[in-house]
């Protein structure tokens, strides 16, 4: 039966146009990255990758590191009192596409910075609010609920579906970086070995964990638009704020030094995550994907049992 | 429960929040190949009991049992077809993909089988057209193919003629009594549109406010409408001799208070004459005829009267 429910939710995905949308999305982000970052002139820039790396490694996101990028724009095009345009003398390649700051980057090197930018996340939130919102526009659980009787069956069906669709996310992800990078940058090659391979399935848990919070939105609130719209703001980082201020709250009002919520958040773990993160940092990671995949279950069940279907 | 019953519902009851009972300890008793027709207003219970029936609502209180299902009782449910209020369909979807998906649920995958249930509804022709465009006739029709899915014994149809033309009602009368006829489906099926129902009923439950106020059988119905004699008394145990007495033979006692006798219509002057004589005063003795429509106002109304 679950096997049934799985290959008739998949049917499904296939006939969701936004299953095919949103990856060509994500290939595009993926690409003028690669473009931004690769591809365009580091001296119209105006950045040192030393600066960029600095940025990087602060555990900020493409995002902060596209605000750096801009300020570098900025300094690069700067004008000065007299009216003259600041390094015009200057006789570096000032054409605007050529060797990027990451031009000679690897290959795993770009997908982290990829997977860091969120982007999937947000993208993956607006599929799985729609996945999961059809659900109850139509009610269609109804017709599915009669094939078995077992609503747990067809959550597991849901779950393993949408873990199935986030994998080729991640894929998609992948294969578009590898584009990219053969594109605009030096050479398609992969430095990183085993860790890469930790690092993709590491990432691929985190964001299906995420996933799976937009799902449990999804039937808790029997809304597509909730859960879409909380989809984005957990990607966007809205809440950061929020649980920034609970986080000095505990700190300083009751003097509990050691609890840090900020760090067990998924967005968080999945910013902080890195080729070379620690044993702890991955275990704490795993710990943080169990607790959600576990309370997300169980918040499923409960509703199975307590909810009538419509 | 007798194997003449596919599914015998004991005191189901549903409550919503603590002020709203939409269904109060309700007795079904529906017999395998009959079409089942559940009367009621909007509002009396009709869908919540079809939604705890199919397993789609819990039950606050009571139980509910299929009977000649092998197994546990969701392999029973398994059984079920179902369209209750609006079909489920995806409107962005053909009819095709809508059925693929229920079929798929069902481990079935076979394009001969989606296309022979299309064809049995009548939207074979439908082709790439999104179910989202399709009238509400269509839409209702592709509703029931899906029920259809899984050859199921026991259908569940809520409300299905609403909205439709009435073309759309006599081809949606003809495919149910054709899958009854047919296919042997036991149907459960709801209306407000009693005139309807009475053209498909073999068995009927009248419901109002959540309870049922008659279980009734279409022979059992019928004698109910027909043209009658009614006496009403504050005692109708005298009056029965005088009636056995006169050579009636087709008569009713109902209750303490009435009675219906169904023959010799026009002698009712001299019927009351002779009771009279014996010393009993009726309330009223009058002929009356209903149609099924009057019968159920008269039945509604008096439970409501109970109620109040």
């Excluded at chain 1, 490694?57 to 801009?70: A, F, I, K, N, Q």
């Excluded at chain 2, 019928?222 to 087709?250: E, H, L, Q």
Aim: glycine share 8%; with cysteine.
């Amino acid at each position: 039966m679950l096997m049934n429910f799985t290959k008739s939710e998949l049917f499904r995905v296939s006939r969701m146009k936004s299953a095919y949308v949103l990856p060509i999305i994500m290939i595009i982000t993926v690409m003028f990255t690669s473009l931004m970052y690769m591809g365009v002139n580091k001296n119209v820039i105006g950045i040192e990758e030393e600066d960029l790396d600095n940025v990087s490694s602060s555990g900020l996101t493409v995002d902060d590191m596209s605000d750096s990028v801009e300020l570098g724009f900025n300094a690069g095009s700067g004008i000065s009192e007299d009216g003259t345009v600041e390094g015009e003398d200057e006789e570096e390649d000032k054409s605007f596409f050529g060797e990027g700051l990451w031009y000679n980057r690897s290959t795993d090197f770009m997908f982290y910075a990829n997977v860091k930018g969120l982007d999937a996340l947000l993208l993956l939130s607006i599929f799985v609010g729609l996945f999961c919102g059809a659900i109850h526009n139509t009610g269609m659980d109804k017709n599915n609920l009669l094939a078995s009787g077992h609503k747990n069956t067809l959550y597991a069906a849901r779950a393993i579906t949408i873990g199935l669709y986030t994998l080729f996310f991640h894929f998609v992800t992948f294969a578009a970086t590898i584009l990219g990078v053969a594109i605009f940058g030096k050479s398609v090659r992969f430095v990183e070995g085993i860790g890469f391979v930790k690092y993709f399935v590491l990432s691929f848990i985190l964001t299906y964990a995420f996933s799976m919070v937009i799902m449990l939105v999804g039937t808790f609130l029997k809304s597509q638009a909730a859960a879409i719209t909380v989809g984005i703001i957990l990607a966007a980082g809205v809440l950061t704020v929020l649980i920034s201020f609970i986080d000095l709250f505990i700190k300083k009002v009751l003097k509990l030094e050691k609890i840090n919520l900020a760090n067990v958040t998924l967005t968080q773990r999945l910013s902080l995550l890195n080729y070379n993160s620690s044993t702890a940092s991955i275990i704490r990671t795993l710990l943080v994907c169990a607790v959600v995949f576990t309370v997300v279950t169980l918040v499923h069940v409960f509703i199975n049992r307590k909810r009538d279907l419509c | 429960m007798s194997d003449e019953f596919l599914l015998v519902t004991e005191n189901l009851s549903k409550r919503y929040g603590k002020n709203v009972l939409a269904v109060d300890n309700v007795n079904l008793h529906i017999k395998k190949g009959a079409i089942y027709g559940l009367i009621g207003r909007n509002g009396a219970g009709k869908t919540t009991i079809m939604k705890m029936i199919s397993g789609m609502a819990i039950p606050t209180s009571g139980s509910y049992t299929y009977s000649g299902f092998n197994g546990t009782a969701e392999e029973a449910l398994g059984r079920v077809g179902a369209l209750i209020e609006s079909p489920a369909i995806h409107p962005k979807m053909t009819a095709y993909d809508n059925l693929k998906i229920k079929c798929l649920a069902y481990g079935i995958g076979d394009k001969a089988y989606i296309n022979e249930k299309l064809k049995l509804v009548g939207l074979e022709n439908t082709g790439k057209k999104k179910a989202g465009k399709f009238s509400l006739g269509m839409k209702q029709r592709l509703g029931i193919a899906m029920a259809l899915v899984g050859e199921p014994d026991f259908l569940l149809l809520d409300e299905p003629i609403n909205g439709l033309d009435p073309q759309g009602i006599v081809e949606l009368r003809e495919l149910i009594a054709r899958l009854n006829a047919e296919k042997g489906i036991t149907i459960l099926i709801s209306s407000h549109i009693l005139e309807e129902l009475a053209k498909l009923a073999t068995d009927y439950a009248i419901i109002d406010k959540g309870r049922i106020v008659e279980e009734s059988t279409k022979e059992e119905l019928k004698m109910k409408c027909r043209d009658k004699i009614v006496i009403k008394a504050a005692d109708t145990s005298a009056i029965v001799p005088i009636i056995d007495s006169k050579g009636y033979t087709d008569y009713q006692v109902i209750s303490n208070n009435t009675i219906y006798i169904f023959e010799r219509l026009d002698e009712v002057a001299a019927l009351n004459m002779e009771i009279a004589k014996a010393g009993i005063l009726v309330d009223s003795i009058n002929v009356e005829s209903s149609d099924l429509e009057e019968y159920f106002l008269m039945v509604t109304g008096t439970a409501a009267g109970v109620q109040n």
